[in-house]
Every structure is written in structure tokens, then in C-alpha cells.
């Protein structure tokens, strides 16, 4: 019994990865082709983006500042506490800044993806939109896609900067100033640390969307369904986003080595 329930949701995790695939590909291949519906853009930039500003704030201030506390406390014994700028820049930048502000982005964005596009195809809207020879890939995916691919790493930058304020602040208390904080970041830090930082967030924006987007298309069972859906939705992508970094990380390793 227990063996065909994992099969079971084994065989449900690959179809929604495949179909996941699929939806990326697809919407590829036609957000270069006119219309761009730049207006629906915009407006899915301002949702997507500035609305998980203030979320993304806290959870880098906040990770900053036990980032610093923990590493000051691991280093204080050895009188090497000058370094926890460094140490703080370097987990933040390459790892818990785009994992952390994503997985926040998953569960505030991507639910609210799933549940508009949800709600339309329960209503039928999607049906009209088909009826009247509208590509629903191109009106409703792609502007989301784009948004998102451009509002998730400006999003990650501003967690890092934030957690390196918060780094800083911890740190202030243990007597360390801004310039002894500052200078300890380049010596744990390379340039290709930089566009790792940068090209994760990209990565993860695009299993946001693509998941949220493909669960909502796919939602049955009314206002229920939704709700389920929106659930579903988050898991997934978070679960993508955890399984795609490790092996992002890998390939960064590799070019490095």
C-alpha cells in the first residue's frame, strides 16, 4: 500500500514536470513574437515585483543579522571576528539570498499566479479567451514571465544589500567598524560569485511563474480546486527551486574548479 502511494506521487511529481517543461518551452518559443502586451507587463511587474518588496526586506534583514551573530560567536574565540563581513557576504550573495527570497517570492507570488489563473478557468474566462483566438500562452503566461525574470534578481539584490545591513548591525555591537566589515567581503569573494548570485534568482523566477502558471491553467473542481491548486503550486516550486540549486551550484563549482 505505502509502495503505491510513493509510486503514485512519484508519477504526479514527473507529469507536473514535464508539463512544467512543456509551458516553459512553449512560452519561449512565442514571448519574442508580437503582440507584447506591454501593458499587461507593467502591471504584472508592480504585482509581482514591488509587492514582495517589503517581504524580501525583512527576511534579508532578519538573515543578516543571525548570519552575523552565529559567525561572530564561531569566530570570536579565535579573534578572527573581522572576517564575518566576508562570511556573511559570501553565504548571502551565493546561496541563502536567491533561495530565501525566492522561496518567499513562491509563496506570496507564485500562489497568487496559480489562484488568478485558477479562478479564470473555473469561471471559463480562459474558454472565452480560446473561443475568441486569443494564445493564452502568449496573454497570460508571457507577460508574467518576463516580469518576473526581470523583477526576481533586482528582488535578490536588494535582500543581499539588506542582509549585509543587517550583517552590519549585529556586528557593530562586537566593536567591529564599517571599514573592517567592508574589507573582510573581497577576501571570501570572487567576481564569479557574483553572477551566480545573479543567475539563480533569474533560474528560480522562471520555476515560479512557469509552475504557478501551469497549475492554474490545469485547475479543476471550482473554488475548492483552487485553493488545492494554489497549495500545490507553492510545493512544487519550492521544491524545484531547493532541487535546482544544488545542481546550479554544482556547475558553478565545476567552472570555478
Do not use: H, W
Amino acid at each position: 500500500m505505502n509502495i503505491s502511494i510513493i509510486d503514485r506521487i512519484m508519477l504526479n511529481f514527473f507529469a507536473d514536470l514535464q508539463g512544467v517543461f512543456t509551458l516553459a518551452g512553449s512560452t519561449f518559443a512565442r514571448m519574442f513574437r508580437p503582440p507584447f502586451y506591454y501593458r499587461e507587463f507593467a502591471v504584472q511587474f508592480d504585482k509581482l515585483g514591488f509587492s514582495s518588496l517589503f517581504i524580501c526586506v525583512l527576511t534579508g534583514l532578519f538573515t543578516g543579522m543571525v548570519m552575523a551573530l552565529q559567525a561572530l560567536i564561531q569566530l570570536k574565540p579565535f579573534a578572527a571576528t573581522s572576517y564575518v563581513g566576508g562570511m556573511v557576504a559570501a553565504t548571502m550573495v551565493k546561496e541563502l539570498g536567491p533561495v530565501l527570497a525566492s522561496l518567499m517570492v513562491a509563496g506570496r507570488v507564485g500562489s497568487a499566479i496559480t489562484a488568478e489563473l485558477g479562478t479564470m478557468v473555473v469561471t471559463e474566462q480562459v474558454d472565452a479567451m480560446r473561443v475568441e483566438g486569443t494564445d493564452i500562452v502568449k496573454r497570460l503566461v508571457a507577460p508574467r514571465l518576463k516580469a518576473m525574470l526581470l523583477a526576481m534578481p533586482l528582488l535578490t539584490v536588494v535582500t543581499d544589500a539588506v542582509s549585509l545591513v543587517g550583517g552590519y548591525i549585529m556586528s557593530a555591537s562586537y566593536a567591529i567598524n564599517p571599514t573592517m566589515y567592508i574589507a573582510g567581503i573581497p577576501q571570501f569573494m570572487i567576481f564569479q560569485d557574483l553572477i551566480e548570485g545573479l543567475f539563480k534568482p533569474v533560474f528560480f523566477g522562471l520555476i515560479i511563474t512557469v509552475t504557478g502558471c501551469y497549475v492554474g491553467l490545469n485547475t479543476r473542481g471550482g473554488a475548492e480546486g483552487v485553493g488545492n491548486a494554489a497549495k500545490r503550486a507553492v510545493v512544487l516550486s519550492s521544491v524545484l527551486i531547493l532541487m535546482s540549486d544544488f545542481f546550479i551550484t554544482k556547475v558553478f563549482v565545476a567552472f570555478r574548479g
